[in-house]
């Protein structure tokens, strides 16, 4: 009899090992990175920065063919998400293949998982086991046309020393040739190019250190390049969670200069590291 039970209980245990080993989002039941946790896959976060004339909630992910997300709104990345989104606060990515992968964005018919409207088909290459963002940004009023932008970022996330926080900007503001980032009114980084990304940057997160005015309320703002720093700003965001010692961050802008409404301009933040 214990023979019998021994036989049975080892390969039910195995599973349950390898079940409690893996890692799913908990949403989509899809497996997913944490930081930190690569292996041979690849790590891929994907940044929905669509300002769009619709404020589409039902928005689904695909990537190789299958339907990774959930339904999604702009100015959400997924999965994870980050400060001024729509996602949670936490640095997650997708487990992915390493090297060429269809990524998809597409509106349902109601009830199916059937495709409506695509709104984005496209592919990006992973070549490593580190973690990257896909950005994408509109380029049309009407979501129809199928004209995307997009823009894949590596994530540097290697440890940092306690007191400052790391970042990285991205330009996603189609209207704008070129933007400056500022904080509390210190020109940060200049001139940036619709389209591409700084390279990363460090600021010290105590109130009031030597050679840097913070404060408990840290405040970003963007400007079309060039544009006095007392000039109305295209887009603010000011939080007390702005800066934290040792986190790693994406700062990205997106929506229109001077629209309202659903294309009304934002800074927000992907977190990258946990």
Not at 237 to 265: C, D, E, H, W
Request: hydrophobic residues 35%; aromatic residues 10%.
């Amino acid at each position: 009899m214990k023979k019998t039970i021994l036989k049975y209980c080892i390969p039910v245990a195995a599973i349950i090992l390898m079940y409690a080993c893996s890692k799913k989002d908990g949403i989509t039941n899809q497996p997913y990175d944490a930081y930190g946790i690569s292996g041979t896959q690849g790590q891929l976060k994907i940044n929905l920065a669509f300002a769009y004339t619709v404020d589409y909630s039902t928005m689904l992910i695909k990537v190789n063919g299958k339907t990774v997300s959930n339904g999604l709104q702009t100015r959400q990345p997924f999965p994870g998400g980050g400060y001024n989104t729509r996602g949670s606060n936490f640095a997650l990515y997708l487990s992915v293949p390493q090297g060429a992968n269809t990524v998809s964005v597409v509106l349902p018919k109601v009830g199916t998982e059937t495709d409506s409207v695509v709104l984005y088909n496209g592919s990006v290459t992973i070549p490593d086991n580190n973690p990257y963002t896909l950005h994408l940004s509109d380029t049309a009023g009407n979501p129809r046309s199928g004209k995307v932008d997009q823009v894949l970022v590596k994530n540097i996330i290697n440890t940092l020393d306690t007191g400052f926080c790391r970042f990285k900007f991205v330009n996603l503001i189609p209207n704008l040739p070129a933007v400056d980032l500022y904080l509390n009114g210190v020109l940060i980084k200049s001139n940036i190019p619709y389209l591409n990304a700084t390279d990363t940057f460090s600021v010290r997160t105590g109130v009031n250190q030597p050679g840097w005015t913070s404060a408990i309320t840290t405040t970003w703002a963007v400007r079309p390049a060039g544009a006095l720093p007392t000039s109305t700003a295209t887009a603010l965001y000011a939080s007390s969670n702005g800066l934290q010692s040792q986190k790693v961050m994406t700062i990205f802008s997106m929506g229109y200069n001077t629209a309202t409404g659903t294309r009304l301009p934002f800074v927000a933040f992907t977190l990258d590291n946990n």
